[in-house]
């Protein structure tokens, strides 16, 4: 559970996952249907801990349909402050979120496509987006390792990481963001993360146009089975 003191004073508690799921549906193939609040399909980078496709939310959908080697995914989602804490208290957004994983591209890499769509609550001054993302992942060192490079374009509320971002934002902020990351087992103890991000917001209010670039890595080396030593720099 995750726990966030109230500005009145004491203690609000909540869960940052509660969901029912049914798996294995028939006809189906491997596809799930699920209700609730969880993490959904989340991408990041844990060198510098950046959830850069993070659509998790409360909501409703169904996941891993085969479409041949290929996996679709949709989910249905409102948003509010307790779901997305860049938004207001009292602001609200439904988003659609659809997915397409395992699209074969070359020898040992696939694409992964995703597209998600908000609907704001519709009050003066909001506005809804939508975020594009396409990411291609190669296998690398015989399945020990793997390199993801991810192009994302938001438009609106759609500047955030895949999920609600601000409602307030109209049609003229845009966000392109480009992140590269590599990740590798080198041997049974050895292994090793390059991670690097580059970002650029436009917008006509000057305020929220800016450009931000970030890259670092991470070394990691097993002492036993169940002890690790890490290491970060960026």
Not at 82 to 105: C, E, K, S, W, Y
Not at 174 to 202: C, K, Y
Request: proline share 4%; hydrophobic share 35%; glycine share 16%.
């Amino acid at each position: 559970s995750s726990n966030a003191k109230r500005p009145e004073g004491g203690w609000n508690i909540g869960l940052p996952q509660a969901y029912l799921a049914i798996e294995h549906v028939s006809g189906l193939g491997d596809a799930a249907l699920w209700i609730g609040r969880r993490y959904y399909k989340r991408e990041g980078v844990n060198a510098n801990d950046f959830l850069y496709w993070n659509p998790s939310g409360m909501g409703v959908g169904i996941e891993n349909v085969p479409l041949g080697p290929m996996r679709f995914s949709y989910a249905y989602l409102h948003d509010d402050q307790q779901t997305m804490p860049i938004m207001r208290v009292g602001d609200t957004a439904n988003r659609h979120d659809f997915q397409l994983r395992g699209v074969p591209v070359n020898p040992g890499g696939t694409l992964e496509l995703g597209l998600a769509l908000i609907r704001s609550d519709g009050e003066p001054g909001h506005h809804g987006g939508s975020t594009l993302t396409v990411q291609h992942r190669q296998h690398i060192l015989s399945g020990a390792g793997a390199n993801r490079l991810a192009l994302q374009w938001g438009t609106g509320a759609g500047t955030d990481n895949g999920a609600t971002g601000d409602i307030g934002n109209g049609s003229d902020v845009h966000r392109l963001r480009v992140v590269e990351s590599w990740t590798a087992q080198v041997t049974r103890r050895f292994g090793g993360e390059l991670v690097g991000v580059w970002q650029r917001d436009t917008a006509h209010d000057a305020a929220k146009a800016k450009t931000w670039a970030s890259a670092g890595g991470r070394m990691s080396y097993g002492l036993t089975d169940h002890v690790k030593l890490l290491a970060d720099v960026g």
